[in-house]
């Protein structure tokens, strides 16, 4: 298994608490805050805020201050094909290399996920979503792909699409999927599920977008 560092280790907490909204956009970070909750010195939790940083997650100097960078969403649908590309890779990798205790593990996490959905604790949810995404991902042991993903994560509008009515328990059903096909061994059915529960978000919080817009009735 691969060893962590305490600055790895901040800065995936760091991303799973953005990517859940536990840290809103624009949210000022302080490092003796994360430092203390964490239970470890600023030095790494510095240093992951640099790495973050790098990543497009925040904003600002590491040593003054910085904070959770806000959504583009001019590069949504860019990111969105970036996406599907290289996390079906991913899955690709993960159907021929995952064990039964990766198995047990992915089942567990897409309880979790659940179980939060159905207590009504969206935050929760969303934290366990990355968690699930992540570790399904390091199966496939391409560690230079799962690092553009994550950049490409930290552009991505996880907060706004889960916050749609319904989206976080559709998402549940849609891991089930993946899941199943992961265990079936079936390298296309995987590929195919990650692919539609990925586009699936995105058309959702397109839809709203679009309802929300008034129609003047004129051209454009």
Avoid: C
Avoid at 47 to 54: N, R
Avoid at 69 to 78: L, V
Avoid at 199 to 217: I, K, Y
């Amino acid at each position: 298994m691969h060893f962590r560092t305490k600055e790895e280790q901040v800065a995936d907490f760091l991303r799973e608490s953005i990517i859940s909204g536990r840290y809103p956009r624009g949210a000022r970070l302080k490092q003796q805050e994360i430092a203390t909750q964490l239970n470890t010195s600023i030095t790494p939790v510095r240093e992951a805020l640099k790495l973050l940083a790098a990543e497009g997650y925040v904003i600002g100097d590491s040593y003054r201050g910085a904070t959770v960078a806000p959504f583009d969403i001019e590069a949504s649908s860019e990111v969105l094909t970036l996406r599907v590309l290289l996390e079906t890779q991913l899955v690709r990798g993960a159907v021929e290399r995952v064990a039964a205790a990766d198995i047990a593990e992915l089942r567990v996490l897409a309880r979790e996920f659940a179980e939060a959905f159905d207590a009504g604790d969206n935050e929760a949810a969303r934290a366990a979503n990355y968690r699930f995404h992540h570790r399904l991902f390091e199966i496939a042991a391409m560690p230079q792909t799962l690092h553009f993903v994550q950049i490409l994560w930290a552009r991505y509008p996880f907060d706004l699409i889960n916050r749609l009515k319904g989206r976080v328990g559709r998402a549940a059903d849609e891991h089930d999927e993946m899941l199943a096909a992961l265990i079936a061994g079936d390298t296309a059915a995987a590929m195919l599920a990650t692919r539609q529960h990925i586009e699936a978000g995105f058309q959702e919080l397109r839809d709203s977008v679009r309802e929300q817009v008034p129609d003047t009735g004129g051209e454009n």
